[in-house]
Each structure stands twice: as structure tokens, then as C-alpha cells.
């Protein structure tokens, strides 16, 4: 049985199937198996992938009807591999060959540890490097990636990932593949938040890893949900489906439900002050009822948004707020 099972979900991603595929199979570490899961992709993605049929370790599960969704992509492959850690691998993005061969013992010398993940590089469409995945973290939340860390779950959440998504690209991340099935799996029906809410389901049984090393390249391009849904009200809908789970799941301090309730207005806020068209939709009257039902003291936050936008128009926000 190989260690790892690596899934490629892909649409599309013709363009970038060989630089991804490449980084695959030229990593140090080999004991791997790779599934690929093309969701019925319209480019060359068929024609990239059979150049790559000849080698055993390779599985192509091919889509004949879109399904809609990454994260039925994930699923599939997990259940078509047996290996004992999963890579999430983005068909769009790429690694450096020691990926695996620096987290793979991370998971091995710590059985507590759920998933373990590595500081990305930014890059664009045609792999200039933009920088780090670092910035909008720490601006928001000090240095906590400046160094390796391993964590208590429930502490990364409560302390970061109830706020926002600070695992932002699946590639990163190396996952213990019977705490992904402990879960159910991926959560199917979301649309943009899906990799998040795995996070959070995982940790909250199981402890985290980070290395420094940036041993990842996150592709940054506009053919992506995220590109395209991200500071839209639907992000606030998922959004506010994860801090219900975390709100249910552990008991916070009062002080911090309060923290994690004025953020979540913050970053409402400025989304539909960003698209004002959005404030009566159907899809935003949603998100009023289903906060609501969370939060009694949603009106008053509102409304002391509003105040504050009035008599303190220039202020500025606190640490944790939204961008």
C-alpha cells in the first residue's frame, strides 16, 4: 500500500497539468499513488493527462458530466485510493520536490497530528512568483507563521480559523486520511468554503503542523470559484455556516463569541459596501436570517455599524477585521 495517495482534482487546467504533474512525479519522496479527477473538462486536459498514462501509479477517473463541485472531486479520489496520508493536489498548482519528503514525517512521528501544511509562494499565470501567503495573515494576526509550529486544534481555531480561512490552498496541506473519512469527507454542497470547513472538522478532534518552508506554489489566476465568489455575499453565507459549527462544537468565552460575532459584521459590511446591489437580494436576506438565528445581538452590531460609519468615518479597524 503506498503512503500517500495524491488526487489532481482539474477542470480545464490544460495549461497547467504538466507543471503540476511534473512536481507530482519528480518529488523526492516516492511512495505515492496519483488519482486524477477530471471533471469533464472542455480544454486539453484528456490529451495532457494520456502522456502521462504510462506510469502504473497513475489513476484517471474521467467526468463525463460536470459535477459542479471541487469538493466531489476530492471525495472520489479519496475513495478510489487507499494510501494512508492524502494530498490534496490543485491542478493548477505546482510543488517544490520536497514537499512530501519534509511533512510526510511530520505525520508519522505524531499520530495526534490531523493534517500538516507549509507556507505557500504566490504566483501568477505564468509561474512569476508574487511573494509569500504570509501578508494578509500576519497583518491580521501578528507572526504565528514566522516559524514551524504544532498546535492543539481547538486553539488554531478558536484563535485563527474561526475568523477566516488561513489555509487557503489545499496544496499545502497533507492530511491523515482517517481523520478525513472520520469526517464524512468533504462537504459537498458548498461552493467556495468547503476546503475550510474540512479544516475546522478535522481539528476539532486532532491537533495541527505547520512548516515555514515554503514548498508550495499557489497559483494565483481569474479562472477560479475563489477568484470569482470572494468578498461576495456568498462567501459571508458559508462563512457563517462554519462559525455556527464552531460556536456549537467548543465552549468560547463570552469575550470571544463577541470577537468572533463583531468580525463576522465587519467583513459583511464591507462586502456589501462593496456591492451595494446585493443588500436585497434574496441570497443576503438568507444570510440576515440564518446570523440572526446565531447572534441575538445581530441588530445592535448592525446598527452600531452604521453609527460608527457616520460619526467616525475615518477610523480605523481593529487588528482582526476584514480587510
Known amino acids: 500500500m503506498p503512503k ?7 477542470y480545464n487546467h490544460g495549461r497547467y497539468l504538466p507543471r503540476r504533474l511534473d512536481s ?7 511512495d505515492f499513488e496519483v488519482t486524477v479527477v477530471d471533471d469533464a473538462s472542455r480544454d486539453d486536459s484528456i490529451d495532457v493527462l494520456r502522456r502521462y498514462e504510462h506510469d502504473p501509479r497513475l489513476r484517471l477517473i474521467l467526468n463525463s458530466i460536470n459535477s459542479g463541485s471541487p469538493f466531489k472531486s476530492w471525495n472520489a479520489g479519496a475513495r478510489a485510493s487507499v494510501g494512508e496520508f492524502l ?7 505546482y510543488a517544490d520536490p520536497r514537499f512530501l519528503e519534509h511533512l510526510v514525517p511530520r505525520l508519522e512521528r505524531s499520530p495526534s497530528i490531523g493534517m500538516v501544511y507549509c507556507r505557500s509562494y504566490m504566483v501568477g499565470e505564468h509561474d512569476e512568483v508574487l511573494g509569500t501567503d504570509d501578508a494578509l495573515k500576519e497583518r491580521l494576526f501578528g507572526a504565528h507563521w514566522s516559524s514551524d ?3 492543539r486544534g481547538r486553539d488554531e481555531i478558536a484563535d485563527y480559523l474561526v475568523f477566516r480561512n488561513t489555509i487557503p490552498n489545499a496544496s499545502a496541506v497533507l492530511l491523515r486520511r482517517e481523520r478525513f473519512e472520520g469526517i464524512g469527507f468533504a462537504p459537498e454542497e458548498m461552493t467556495l468554503a468547503g476546503d475550510w470547513l474540512t479544516w475546522v472538522r478535522i481539528l476539532l478532534d486532532s491537533d495541527i503542523a505547520y512548516s515555514a518552508q515554503p514548498l508550495n506554489y499557489f497559483r494565483r489566476h481569474p479562472d477560479t470559484v475563489r477568484q470569482r465568489l470572494t468578498g461576495r455575499v456568498e462567501e459571508i453565507e458559508e ?3 462554519i462559525i455556527h459549527l464552531v460556536l456549537s462544537a467548543m465552549n468560547l468565552e463570552r469575550s470571544k463569541i463577541e470577537e468572533i ?3 463576522l459584521v465587519e467583513k459583511w459590511w ?4 462593496n456591492h451595494p ?3 436585497l437580494s434574496r441570497k443576503n436576506i438568507s444570510v440576515y436570517r440564518l446570523a440572526s438565528r446565531q447572534d441575538p445581538r445581530l441588530r445592535s452590531r448592525i446598527a452600531k455599524k452604521i453609527l460608527a460609519k457616520f460619526l467616525h468615518p475615518s477610523r480605523r479597524r481593529s487588528s482582526k477585521q476584514s480587510p
Open 4 to 10: 500517500v495517495s495524491i488526487i489532481v482534482p482539474n
Open 24 to 30: 507530482i512525479f519528480g518529488q523526492t519522496f516516492q
Open 87 to 93: 494530498w490534496i493536489a490543485e491542478s493548477d498548482d
Open 149 to 151: 509550529y504544532q498546535a
Open 239 to 241: 462563512s457563517c455556516r
Open 261 to 263: 460575532q463583531d468580525f
Open 270 to 273: 464591507a462586502t456589501l459596501r
Open 277 to 279: 446591489r446585493e443588500l
